[in-house]
């Protein structure tokens, strides 16, 4: 069976060079791994800085938020990998079938993931608001951290900064964030980022809810049945 497949091979080498070509594009990228850290650490952060057991002074409290809030436009930030994945769908020959699914499965997870970790940490500094001040403070919360997120997503991508840079380059940093948000184009961009944002996380939150609903249910049946 194998001596049968290599002759094939042989004989066409157009199907090895499309193969070749396929494996390579479906590869998963070093920048995915990357992205990927960048967008738990937020979450990671948010179940330490946030959670009610964990007692932490406010003199580290403090600039441990900040840390929290800078990294966290990483998590959601992945979604403008989809021009990533654009190139490698747009390639001569196309994809065979197999690959295309494999590339679609990739980056299903990984947009997935980010979001999904950036809707976890909205969602324990929402509760921990509603626990230390009010409830009806966690929507403007959400709309706020989102439109910010939706800015620096545009900076990100387009502008090519990063989190780091507010201690690296500070100055151009500030410059640049005021020429974007005082010009239409990139105002225009997180408007698209800020919807795309919006309606993957409500969605993703009402699915978390749900889900945790279920569990809830189901161990309390359990613990009801003698």
Sequence with gaps: MVEEI????????????????????IRPDFHIGIDLALALFPLLMALIIFRRSIRIPALLWWPLLGVFILF??????VLTDAIHFIWKVRVTPPLPIWAMSLLLLEYFVYFLFGMQCFTLSVMILGRFIKRQLS?????????????????????G????????????DPHGLVHRAVSDAS?????????????A??????????WNHLVAGL??????HQEAVP
């Design 6 to 25: 290599a002759s094939t091979l042989r004989a066409r080498p157009e199907i090895e060079q499309t193969l070749d070509q396929a494996i390579r594009i």
């Design 72 to 77: 966290l436009p990483n998590a959601p930030y």
């Design 135 to 155: 409830g009806w403070l966690v929507f403007p919360m959400e709309i706020a951290v989102i439109a910010l997120s939706s800015f620096a997503m545009y900076m």
């Design 157 to 168: 991508r387009i502008d090519r900064l990063n989190s780091w840079n507010i201690v690296t």
């Design 183 to 195: 010009s239409f184009k990139p105002m225009e961009m997180t408007v698209l980022f800020f919807c």
């Design 197 to 206: 944002v919006s309606i993957l996380y409500y969605f993703l939150k009402g």
């Design 215 to 220: 569990f809830h249910h189901h161990s309390s």
